[in-house]
């Protein structure tokens, strides 16, 4: 029932809300479509009843420019990180979300960069274009280090280009560990469950005069933090923690609840 209206809800978000997305784009105003876009995202989880509580939230200071790191195990996990990083940032996803009609061409006007997650040559771009847009614009960015969700809750090995990002715009990184979400929502599932998840911010990790030879450093650095609050114990995949870096990706008081 909550999965039907929340198709419902979304078709007349799109449907009424174009002449709205169409004024923005013609008058060059993204934050108020950015700000539409986290209203009917807030309103999703009321509707799917999902509570959430979050810790750390001090580590996130919108007025900085950062990476937020954090697992990837639900497709709850996006729009809960975009409601709960404060300072609007933007996210790189992979290329076919932005073919949505409507709803692609205004992440695109927005500032949400697309990747190709089976072409090196693309991610690169994306990464380029990403870090343009934080030092030209000031933007934080959304990127889930592993590329892809988990299918069995472990943590997965982590693609190199949001790393490379970091040193290049100088940007500290904010791990964040998602706990919850693959129980109400794992890889496969079409619809998501009541209940709640549980969100940590954790120490920024700073990438600033460093170079190419850090990343593995700060891979691990951000690595050992997500697991830090996650209950993976020994279950870890096993493996070189490293992947192409074509898939870069993809309550506000501590301890309070969103």
């Excluded at 986290?38 to 900085?64: C, K, Q």
């Excluded at 949505?100 to 697309?114: D, E, Y």
């Excluded at 990790?205 to 891979?219: I, K, R, T, W």
């Excluded at 697991?227 to 490293?242: C, I, M, N």
Aim: charged letters at 20%; proline letters at 8%; aromatic letters at 6%.
């Amino acid at each position: 029932m909550r999965t039907a209206l929340l198709v419902l809800f979304y078709l007349l978000v799109v449907v009424l809300g174009s002449p709205f997305i169409l004024f923005c784009v013609l008058a060059g105003r993204r934050d108020p479509v950015l700000s539409y876009g986290l209203w009917a995202m807030r309103a999703s989880r009321r509707i799917l009843a999902i509570r959430v509580d979050v810790s750390g939230i001090e580590h996130a200071d919108p007025a900085s420019s950062r990476i937020y790191m954090p697992n990837h195990a639900s497709l709850l996990d996006g729009p809960l990180m975009m409601m709960l990083i404060p300072g609007r940032p933007r996210v790189i996803l992979k290329k076919s979300i932005l073919r949505l009609p409507i709803v692609g061409a205004a992440m695109r006007f927005i500032g949400f960069v697309p990747v190709d997650r089976k072409g090196a040559r693309s991610g690169k771009r994306s990464i380029e274009r990403a870090a343009a847009l934080m030092r030209q614009r000031g933007y934080s960015f959304l990127i889930f280090p592993e590329g892809t969700r988990t299918f069995d809750g472990r943590l997965g090995p982590f693609r190199r280009g949001g790393f490379f990002m970091a040193l290049e715009t100088g940007a500290p990184i904010v791990p964040v560990t998602i706990l919850g979400s693959r129980e109400l929502m794992p890889k496969g599932r079409p619809y998501a469950r009541r209940g709640r998840i549980s969100v940590v911010f954790h120490e920024p990790v700073p990438a600033d005069g460093q170079g190419p030879e850090a990343v593995g450093a700060l891979m691990a650095r951000v690595r050992a933090a997500i697991l830090s609050a996650h209950d993976l114990g020994g279950r870890e995949r096993t493996g070189p923690d490293v992947r192409p870096a074509a898939g870069a990706a993809a309550g506000r008081t501590a301890g309070g609840e969103a």
